[in-house]
């Protein structure tokens, strides 16, 4: 069965600081990989995916994530954080044999300490 | 290009009432996807249709749910004889196909409130 972890429920770093969220999946086949960010009673935007290729990739907003087979794990990272980041960060899956949905996380929630 | 279009973005019901969802896909886009955000979770897949066409309802509650996506017009989620469990966030997302890795991109509506009183 597919299923997507994020083990970090609430994350809260200093403005200016470097950022990682985790995400680990478990799948039997090739995933697509996708990092979305909810603001506040908004909907999701895409942050940036990985179907195949260079497994570093680089995202809007200075985000990037690396795919790591080995570990099963699609960690977004930012070098330095601003305060107009702090929102829902939600790590995504889906299967290559079966477009028809994304298996969600449940979403770290950064803060900005000032 | 206008993004995936949801309305109402805000929509209270009374126990019993039925909700209607609607979501127009973005243009050039034939695909949509319905996900539940309840509170405090991640979004659950629903339901994935094309124009007239259910394609995979795995995700949906056996009762009471349906949506479709006619050849006209938006896909429409209904929910008959709400209950206060179905409160949540309902987005809607679209992608132009699935058949090269870039199709297969979902871009999601902001969203519909549902508050069942």
């Known amino acids: 069965a597919q299923s997507v972890t994020q083990p970090d429920i609430h994350i809260t770093v200093s403005e200016g600081a470097s950022l990682e969220l985790r995400c680990n999946y478990s799948?039997?086949?090739?995933?697509?990989l996708f990092w979305y960010v909810q603001s506040p009673g908004q909907g999701l935007q895409l942050l940036l995916k990985y179907f195949s290729g260079d497994t570093l990739v680089q995202g809007i907003k200075g985000f990037e994530a690396e795919f790591k087979r080995s570990q099963s794990s699609f960690n977004l990272r930012k070098p330095s954080v601003h305060w107009s980041d702090a929102a829902e960060y939600f790590c995504a899956v889906g299967a290559y044999s079966s477009a028809s949905k994304l298996n969600f996380g449940s979403g770290t929630r950064l803060s900005i300490r000032p | 290009n206008a993004g995936v279009m949801q309305n109402p973005r805000h929509l209270v019901r009374r126990r019993g009432q039925e909700a209607r969802l609607r979501c127009s896909p973005m243009?050039?886009?034939?695909?949509v996807y319905w996900y539940r955000q309840l509170p405090e979770e991640g979004l659950k897949f629903m339901v994935y249709l094309q124009k007239e066409n259910i394609i995979d309802e795995s995700g949906m509650p056996k009762e009471r749910f349906s949506a479709e996506f006619p050849k006209e017009g938006p896909s429409i989620l209904r929910i008959q004889q709400v209950v206060r469990g179905d409160s949540a966030a309902y987005f809607c997302?679209?992608?132009?196909?699935?058949?090269?890795?870039?199709?297969?991109?979902?871009?999601f509506g902001p969203g519909t409130r549902l508050t069942v009183t």
């Open positions: 997302a679209s992608s132009p196909g699935i058949l090269r890795d870039t199709e297969r991109e979902q871009y």
């Open positions: 799948y039997g086949a090739t995933p697509y």
């Open positions: 243009k050039g886009h034939s695909h």
